[in-house]
């Protein structure tokens, strides 16, 4: 009998044919059945390294095909961002933020990006999405809103709070159009774009990803981001949709690439509120917490474990006293009105257990509230013997020695100072090398732009993608801003057709285009090499010199030398002008020879090269003559500021 019956449903077959033994034999024998031992399906990402060179990749590109296109407005090289995606008559708005300005904009207040080309083309927009509320992604908003018409804006509530914030004038700010998205659940059809939300961690609350789908597949964009699987305000990260739009063909990912380089993931904020949470309990003198007015998780949680130990927290700063006011609004925080205040006169009647001063001036701004008290300059607080300070920030690069010596001023104070290297007050808003490799592996995109900051950040992150087997032709690293990424159906490249953008800045109430300003190039020279001006008095008739030659400096020449520097100058110039009315050179000329002569001659005799600024005025001797006959520009003064640069 060959098959033996058990009282089951399970039939077992002893006929030879079913034998492991003769199983194995027969297969040996027939290898023609079986499929071929090969691992070509699992070593298919190595042909990326060994594969000859790709084809053009022009040549993929369609006749006739319209592409959707990403331009850079301003984020490349910036710590902000401000994206346009246009695709034939639509366009939408990725951000629109502000940066402070550098030293290349000397005393501006700060920059925007330009809208030139939004402006030729405003018929096509009607949207705006923004990622969260940060400055450096929504403060320009209240100087291109108005220009734009107002499109509407898509975002959270703290956004478009933060957003009504910025605007100066309230009648403008109630003129912001908004949609309120939940990330969670809301997919919006803007024009030809689809936009679906994904959340992300950053140290502000509601921060978003954004996946685009456009006719020409998907553009994901991270905005600010790390992976907190513990965050002490917001929900974590939402890996399960952002792995899930990994899956539906991203073609395009733009990605934000600070810290980058920075090996492992970032602190979670969980076990940064532990510890301020500790010492805010424990400490039994006044306790100074300097953080970053941005950072809003991490005001929320200070607020709210002071509360909770019975503290009064006195806010050192306008731009926290507007953040908490939000909060307090949206609910995030609270508690008792009196217990949160602006600082006042009243600090001082406080028992010194119950007070926690929440300012900015961490990183040594000038004006801040910190800095004024390593000073000894703040109205209201003067520190005392065993005050805690708590550094909850870390240090802005090329920094260090300005807070250097405020840290040093602090301690002249006997004061009591925690910073990162003590214990964990404060960690990284932006992901670090394994939080970038996790959101390259989910994503899986075909090509890929590194975004925010300089190229060092954006190389490192380029070198991520490349580790994680991505092809180097599929890594974007463009070096300047204004770049135009068209994307068609089989292949994405870098347009050779740069828009022409400039650098916008805003200094006090006005707009000013940086290539053309020249202001700023005037203040860059008088702030390394300062000012010398000269004022020459010409008879309106013969151009004759009348009277002495009037000459001013100011910061060039030290009190021992004036007297004999600027005699020598008014000598040296006098005789030069002489010289040249002999070669019949009209006033402008001879203005404009007298400058590039003294410039070497002052090089000459002390070695420190100012700016120069020859002006004159014309002087009627003949009351017959009438003065305003001349051109409005020559009858006063005759060379302006910005005539200087003509020869430059």
């Given at each position: 009998?060959?098959?033996?019956?058990?009282?089951?449903?399970?039939?077992?077959?002893?006929?030879?044919?079913?034998?492991?033994?003769?199983?194995?034999?027969?297969?040996?024998?027939?290898?023609?059945?079986?499929?071929?031992?090969?691992?070509?399906?699992?070593?298919?990402?190595?042909?990326?390294?060994?594969?000859?060179?790709?084809?053009?990749?022009?040549?993929?590109?369609?006749?006739?095909?319209?592409?959707?296109?990403?331009?850079?407005?301003?984020?490349?090289?910036?710590?902000?961002?401000?994206?346009?995606?246009?695709?034939?008559?639509?366009?939408?708005?990725?951000?629109?933020?502000?940066?402070?300005?550098?030293?290349?904009?000397?005393?501006?207040?700060?920059?925007?990006?330009?809208?030139?080309?939004?402006?030729?083309?405003?018929?096509?927009?009607?949207?705006?999405?923004?990622?969260?509320?940060?400055?450096?992604?929504?403060?320009?908003?209240?100087?291109?809103?108005?220009?734009?018409?107002?499109?509407?804006?898509?975002?959270?509530?703290?956004?478009?709070?933060?957003?009504?914030?910025?605007?100066?004038?309230?009648?403008?700010?109630?003129?912001?159009?908004?949609?309120?998205?939940?990330?969670?659940?809301?997919?919006?059809?803007?024009?030809?774009?689809?936009?679906?939300?994904?959340?992300?961690?950053?140290?502000?609350?509601?921060?978003?990803?954004?996946?685009?789908?456009?006719?020409?597949?998907?553009?994901?964009?991270?905005?600010?981001?790390?992976?907190?699987?513990?965050?002490?305000?917001?929900?974590?990260?939402?890996?399960?949709?952002?792995?899930?739009?990994?899956?539906?063909?991203?073609?395009?990912?733009?990605?934000?690439?600070?810290?980058?380089?920075?090996?492992?993931?970032?602190k979670s904020e969980k076990l940064i509120w532990e510890t301020l949470e500790q010492q805010i309990r424990w400490v039994q003198w006044r306790i100074v917490i300097a953080t970053f007015a941005s950072n809003i998780g991490r005001i929320i949680q200070i607020v709210n474990s002071a509360i909770k130990y019975n503290k009064v927290v006195f806010?050192?700063?306008?731009?926290?006293?507007?953040?908490?006011?939000?909060?307090?609004?949206?609910?995030?925080?609270?508690?008792?009105?009196?217990?949160?205040?602006?600082?006042?006169?009243?600090?001082?009647?406080?028992?010194?257990?119950?007070?926690?001063?929440?300012?900015?001036?961490?990183?040594?701004?000038?004006?801040?509230?910190?800095?004024?008290m390593s000073r000894w300059e703040h109205p209201q607080v003067q520190l005392k013997k065993w005050d805690t300070i708590l550094m909850s920030s870390s240090t802005i690069p090329w920094n260090e020695l300005a807070i250097n010596k405020m840290m040093n001023d602090l301690l002249s104070q006997w004061v009591e100072i925690v910073t990162n290297?003590?214990?964990?007050?404060?960690?990284?808003?932006?992901?670090?090398?394994?939080?970038?490799?996790?959101?390259?592996?989910?994503?899986?995109?075909?090509?890929?732009?590194?975004?925010?900051?300089?190229?060092?950040?954006?190389?490192?992150?380029?070198?991520?993608?490349?580790?994680?087997?991505?092809?180097?032709?599929?890594?974007?690293?463009?070096?300047?801003?204004?770049?135009?990424?068209?994307?068609?159906?089989?292949?994405?490249?870098?347009?050779?057709?740069?828009?022409?953008?400039?650098?916008?800045?805003?200094?006090?109430?006005?707009?000013?285009?940086?290539?053309?300003?020249?202001?700023?190039?005037?203040?860059?020279?008088?702030?390394?090499?300062?000012?010398?001006?000269?004022?020459?008095?010409?008879?309106?008739?013969?151009?004759?010199?009348?009277?002495?030659?009037?000459?001013?400096?100011?910061?060039?020449?030290?009190?021992?030398?004036?007297?004999?520097?600027?005699?020598?100058?008014?000598?040296?110039?006098?005789?030069?002008?002489?010289?040249?009315?002999?070669?019949?050179?009209?006033?402008?000329?001879?203005?404009?020879?007298?400058?590039?002569?003294?410039?070497?001659?002052?090089?000459?005799?002390?070695?420190?090269?100012?700016?120069?600024?020859?002006?004159?005025?014309?002087?009627?001797?003949?009351?017959?003559?009438?003065?305003?006959?001349?051109?409005?520009?020559?009858?006063?003064?005759?060379?302006?500021?910005?005539?200087?640069?003509?020869?430059?």
């Amino acid at each position: 009998m060959n098959t033996v019956e058990w009282n089951t449903n399970v039939s077992i077959d002893f006929k030879s044919q079913n034998n492991a033994k003769n199983r194995g034999r027969s297969n040996y024998n027939n290898n023609s059945r079986q499929p071929k031992l090969t691992s070509e399906a699992f070593l298919r990402h190595k042909k990326v390294t060994t594969q000859l060179p790709a084809q053009d990749p022009h040549k993929l590109v369609k006749k006739d095909e319209i592409p959707v296109r990403v331009i850079s407005l301003l984020w490349l090289e910036q710590v902000w961002q401000c994206l346009i995606v246009e695709y034939k008559n639509d366009i939408i708005i990725v951000d629109a933020g502000m940066e402070f300005a550098a030293n290349e904009e000397l005393w501006a207040d700060y920059i925007i990006p330009d809208i030139s080309y939004l402006k030729k083309n405003q018929s096509k927009i009607r949207w705006i999405v923004i990622t969260h509320g940060h400055l450096d992604h929504v403060g320009a908003l209240r100087d291109i809103l108005p220009e734009l018409w107002y499109p509407t804006i898509y975002t959270t509530p703290l956004s478009i709070w933060i957003i009504k914030k910025t605007f100066d004038d309230p009648k403008k700010a109630n003129l912001v159009k908004y949609k309120i998205v939940d990330p969670d659940y809301d997919f919006i059809k803007l024009g030809a774009f689809g936009i679906e939300f994904a959340r992300v961690n950053h140290n502000i609350p509601e921060t978003m990803a954004i996946s685009i789908q456009t006719p020409k597949w998907i553009i994901f964009n991270s905005a600010d981001f790390k992976v907190d699987h513990t965050p002490s305000i917001d929900r974590p990260t939402d890996l399960a949709k952002i792995a899930r739009i990994g899956t539906e063909w991203v073609k395009l990912y733009i990605w934000d690439s600070l810290w980058s380089q920075t090996p492992w993931w970032a602190k979670s904020e969980k076990l940064i509120w532990e510890t301020l949470e500790q010492q805010i309990r424990w400490v039994q003198w006044r306790i100074v917490i300097a953080t970053f007015a941005s950072n809003i998780g991490r005001i929320i949680q200070i607020v709210n474990s002071a509360i909770k130990y019975n503290k009064v927290v006195f806010l050192a700063w306008r731009s926290l006293v507007n953040n908490v006011d939000i909060c307090q609004e949206l609910g995030y925080i609270n508690v008792p009105k009196w217990m949160i205040r602006k600082i006042d006169d009243d600090i001082n009647n406080m028992p010194d257990e119950r007070i926690l001063i929440l300012c900015t001036g961490a990183q040594w701004e000038e004006f801040a509230a910190l800095t004024r008290m390593s000073r000894w300059e703040h109205p209201q607080v003067q520190l005392k013997k065993w005050d805690t300070i708590l550094m909850s920030s870390s240090t802005i690069p090329w920094n260090e020695l300005a807070i250097n010596k405020m840290m040093n001023d602090l301690l002249s104070q006997w004061v009591e100072i925690v910073t990162n290297n003590e214990m964990d007050v404060h960690t990284s808003w932006h992901g670090y090398a394994e939080d970038h490799k996790l959101f390259l592996s989910l994503i899986k995109p075909q090509y890929f732009l590194p975004f925010f900051d300089d190229m060092t950040h954006r190389y490192a992150h380029k070198k991520l993608a490349i580790d994680l087997w991505m092809p180097e032709e599929n890594v974007f690293t463009p070096l300047k801003n204004w770049v135009v990424i068209e994307m068609y159906d089989d292949v994405v490249l870098i347009s050779d057709k740069p828009i022409k953008l400039d650098t916008v800045m805003i200094d006090g109430k006005w707009q000013w285009h940086m290539s053309w300003e020249y202001v700023i190039k005037a203040r860059h020279i008088m702030a390394k090499n300062w000012i010398v001006g000269l004022i020459f008095k010409v008879d309106t008739k013969s151009q004759e010199l009348v009277g002495n030659i009037q000459i001013e400096s100011r910061w060039f020449v030290y009190s021992s030398e004036v007297k004999t520097i600027h005699t020598q100058i008014v000598d040296f110039v006098r005789a030069k002008y002489k010289d040249n009315r002999k070669k019949n050179m009209d006033i402008k000329d001879n203005l404009k020879r007298i400058k590039e002569d003294l410039w070497e001659y002052i090089t000459k005799i002390i070695g420190r090269v100012p700016m120069i600024m020859p002006m004159f005025v014309y002087i009627n001797k003949d009351p017959q003559n009438n003065l305003w006959d001349l051109p409005i520009e020559e009858a006063i003064v005759g060379m302006t500021l910005d005539e200087q640069w003509y020869d430059d």
